[in-house]
C-alpha cells in the first residue's frame, strides 16, 4: 500500500494501529501494510470498527501483520475481545470479492498466482491507482470525528 494511503489510515486510527510494547517485533511494526490499494476501503471499515471496540468496549487491539496470502487479506491481531477478532475475519472474507489494484467488485482467480482482481484488471499486471483515484477514495472513507 502506497505511503499516503497507510498514513492516512495511521492518522485515523491511532488506536488500533498503534505500536508498542506488546507488537514492538511484529511484521506490522516493521513492515505495514503489505498489500496493494484496492483494499484500503476494506481496512478502513474494519479499523473504524475496531475503534470504537476500543472507545465503548476498553477492547486492547494490537495489529500483528496485515498482508496478502493466497489472494486474499491476511489481517492479524492480537485483542481481548472476540468481536474484534469477528470484525477481522469478516475483512479477510470481503476481500475474497473486492479487486486488489481499484477495489471493485471482483473474483478470486488464479493463473500462477492467487489474486483478486475486477474485469478492468484481470489481464493486467500489477498496477497502481492514480493520484486522483487516491485522493478521491481518502475523501469519500475519511473518518467523520
Not at 42 to 47: E, G, M, P, Q, Y
Not at 94 to 109: F, R
Request: glycine letters at 6%; proline letters at 1%.
Amino acid at each position: 500500500m502506497i505511503t499516503k494511503l497507510s498514513d492516512q489510515l495511521r492518522k485515523e486510527f491511532p488506536e488500533v494501529l498503534i505500536v508498542d510494547r506488546l507488537n514492538e517485533d511484529s511484521s506490522f511494526s516493521l513492515f505495514g501494510f503489505e498489500i496493494t490499494n484496492g483494499w484500503y476501503g476494506i481496512l478502513h471499515h474494519a479499523f473504524s470498527q475496531m475503534q470504537l471496540r476500543i472507545k465503548d468496549h476498553q477492547a486492547i487491539v494490537r495489529v500483528r501483520q496485515v498482508k496478502e496470502k493466497y489472494g486474499t487479506l491476511r489481517l492479524y491481531i492480537q485483542t481481548n475481545d472476540n468481536e474484534c477478532n469477528r470484525i477481522a475475519d469478516q475483512a479477510e472474507d470481503k476481500s475474497e470479492t473486492a479487486c486488489e489494484i481499484c477495489g471493485a467488485k471482483g473474483e478470486l482467480n488464479s493463473s500462477g498466482w492467487w489474486q483478486v482482481r475486477c474485469e478492468s484488471h484481470f489481464e493486467v499486471g500489477n498496477i497502481e491507482m492514480s493520484e486522483a483515484q487516491i485522493n478521491a477514495l481518502i475523501a469519500q472513507l475519511t473518518f467523520k470525528h
